[in-house]
């Protein structure tokens, strides 16, 4: 079956220095997202991304992140300078359709810490 | 978005089938009911989903009251592995980017 990968799975980086996560959605997807868990928290959703461009983003997608899909597989979430604060889970997701019926397919995320 | 209702915490023994509630009351007439389950440090999972009419797959049931205004996920025979924290999720068909919302969801203990 196919699957959402995630690369790095667990990334270390120390404060103010840039991250690339990364990801692979499903093949013949065409609705992106990202999302974060902090430890013990919920499951908070950052953006997503549709044709090339952002279509919603939340209030914790600041200046300081950005979403790129620089060729036809990947999807990446990048960090410019990062706090100890996004320290946390990051989630990649896809889905086929936005129809109300189209599940999201998430990775097994990218676990952040930042020292 | 509209919200729903899980209880934090529900148990269950191992090899009994389990019904994990949800009231969504302010649910819109084209919102779809979807339901994931996160396994310890692993991401969301895609359980089932379903709009008016029970839904049955490999991995579990749907029941939707006849209103829509509650839903009903069940395992029929819960073993550890489905030792999870369900989430029972409304997904808007138009008018969005189709993103989902996670709450609190219902964190299910299977005891052996």
């Known amino acids: 079956e196919p699957e959402v990968t995630q690369t790095p799975s667990h990334q270390v980086t120390q404060m103010g220095q840039e991250v690339i996560l990364r990801c692979v959605p499903i093949?013949?997807?065409?609705?992106f997202y990202w999302y974060r868990q902090i430890l013990g928290q919920k499951v908070e959703f950052l953006v997503s991304?549709?044709?090339?461009?952002?279509?919603?983003k939340s209030e914790i997608f600041d200046d300081q992140f950005s979403v790129e899909r620089p060729d036809g597989s990947n999807f990446t979430l990048k960090i410019r300078s990062t706090k100890l604060e996004d320290s946390a889970m990051y989630f990649c997701a896809s889905s086929e359709a936005l129809r109300g019926g189209s599940p999201l397919h998430f990775g097994n995320g990218t676990r952040l810490t930042v020292t | 978005d509209a919200k729903t209702t899980q209880p934090n915490s529900m148990e269950s023994n191992e090899e009994e089938p389990v019904h994990l509630p949800c009231n969504h009351s302010?649910?819109?007439?084209?919102?779809?009911i979807h339901w994931y389950r996160q396994l310890p440090s692993q991401g969301p999972e895609y359980v089932i989903h379903?709009?008016?009419s029970n839904v049955n797959n490999r991995m579990a049931s749907l029941a939707i009251a006849e209103d829509r205004k509650s839903s009903t996920l069940i395992l029929h025979r819960a073993t550890l592995r489905d030792a999870a924290v369900y989430y029972c999720?409304?997904?808007?068909?138009?008018?969005?980017?189709?993103?989902?919302?996670f709450g609190q969801g219902t964190t299910l203990q299977v005891k052996p």
């Open positions: 999720i409304l997904r808007a068909v138009s008018g969005n980017t189709g993103k989902l919302i």
């Open positions: 991304f549709y044709n090339n461009e952002i279509s919603e």
């Open positions: 379903g709009l008016t």
């Open positions: 093949s013949n997807h065409l609705y």
């Open positions: 302010t649910i819109s007439g084209t919102d779809y």
